[in-house]
């Protein structure tokens, strides 16, 4: 038996929009789930750009993609959301008491009466190496992401790539690993500075092998990887152990399995009623950078609208009979009680 959980509005999509409709849901004393792609909050701000200074959020004349999430979450947190993170939203299905399930990749199962779709431009998922036979043992022994670092103990491990996220894994892995090597296609590489002198560092205690050159082949069987043939730079050809590959080659953004769940779309967007953020399919908003309506502006600060305008809609649908908070902030005292400041 699947283990199910019930929330009031399951969020799509943990960027700034879907962190800030929790707070807006809190404040009526409504519970989320957000689901995410990414292993943390924050979406495109924390994605593509988290030390570049946003310069139009109202009342902060100049704030980081990373503070602005760092800040949304600790306004969000007083209403507890749930995160299920480095994971899709595969499917949507209406169940029989007119609630939605969502599952997920990783198989989690979320009911509630709302989703609200707040998925940007779509979710960033890894880009994949062309190797051959890849797919092979994709399932077995090749890993996009890193969801618990204990699996990797006494393993034999190869990371591929360049940039922080392959750096950052060599480095934390390499003392639980039986072995690290890094395969890098060029000698430069595209990390913060600090990281690089680290893995350079490790390399040169026998920690972690680098190796510049590219994977030309996998061997194994059965979908479990023995070993990968590597040819260098200078054009040597060489077999690495291999219990577990790692390819960490940056991410692009697709739309994903919400272009198959029945909205309405517009090319990549979701169109909606722009006095409600109704979709065509009831109980399923959408809200942030993946709406659109007549005159839509693409903007952070029309996303925390539309969160709020949307979670009123969706308690009036989901919970008609409960009397909706009104009021400020400033002078609700329910409002203030759910935000623990009375
Ligand atoms: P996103 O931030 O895109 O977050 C959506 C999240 O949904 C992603 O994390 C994605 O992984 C996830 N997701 C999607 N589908 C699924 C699925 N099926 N399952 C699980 N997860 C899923 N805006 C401004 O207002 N001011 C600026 O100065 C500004 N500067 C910018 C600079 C750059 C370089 C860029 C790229 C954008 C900038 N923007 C700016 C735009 C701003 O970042 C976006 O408007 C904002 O991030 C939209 O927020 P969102 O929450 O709607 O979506």
């Not at 909050?41 to 030390?51: A, K, N």
């Not at 880009?127 to 890993?143: A, C, I, M, N």
């Not at 291999?242 to 953004?253: A, E, N, R, S, W």
């Not at 309506?293 to 979670?311: C, H, N, Q, R, S």
Request: proline share 6%.
């Amino acid at each position: 038996e699947q283990q199910v959980e019930t929330t009031d509005i399951i969020i799509i999509g943990a960027g700034p929009v879907g962190i800030f409709a929790v707070f807006e849901a809190g404040l009526l004393g409504l519970k989320c789930h957000l689901i995410d792609n990414l292993d943390r909050p924050g979406g495109q701000c924390t994605e593509l750009y988290p030390e570049k200074p946003i310069f139009d959020i109202p009342s902060r004349p100049q704030v980081t993609g990373q503070e602005l999430v760092d800040d949304l979450m600790t306004q969000a947190s007083p209403f507890k959301p749930v995160f299920h993170l480095g994971q899709q939203a595969e499917a949507l299905a209406r169940q029989g008491n007119g609630h939605w399930r969502v599952t997920t990749t990783r198989g989690e199962i979320i009911e509630a009466p709302a989703v609200a779709v707040a998925a940007g431009a779509g979710s960033f998922v890894p880009k994949k190496p062309p190797y051959p036979r890849l797919g092979e043992f994709e399932e077995h022994s090749v890993d996009y992401a890193v969801h618990r670092m204990e699996k990797y103990r006494d393993k034999k491990l190869v990371i591929v790539g360049g940039g922080d996220s392959a750096l950052d894994w060599a480095i934390n892995l390499a003392p639980i690993a039986g072995s690290v090597t890094l395969v890098h296609r060029r000698e430069e590489f595209r990390g913060a500075p600090d990281s690089v002198q680290q893995v350079l560092d490790l390399a040169d205690h026998d920690g972690l092998e680098v190796i510049y050159g590219n994977i030309t082949e996998l061997q194994g069987d059965g979908g479990q990887l023995s070993s990968v043939q590597v040819t260098t730079l200078d054009g040597v050809v060489r077999d690495v152990a291999c219990d577990y590959l790692l390819p960490f080659m940056g991410l692009k953004i697709s739309l994903g399995p919400i272009a198959k769940w029945g909205l309405n779309l517009d090319r990549k967007h979701v169109e909606v009623n722009h006095e409600t953020f109704d979709t065509d399919v009831e109980g399923i908003y959408a809200i942030g950078d993946v709406c659109h309506y007549p005159g839509k502006l693409k903007l952070i600060l029309t996303g925390f609208y539309e969160a709020a305008v949307m979670v009123r809609t969706a308690f009036k649908y989901a919970f008609p009979d409960r009397k909706m908070a009104r009021g400020y902030t400033t002078t609700n005292s329910e409002i203030q009680e759910r935000l623990g400041v009375t």
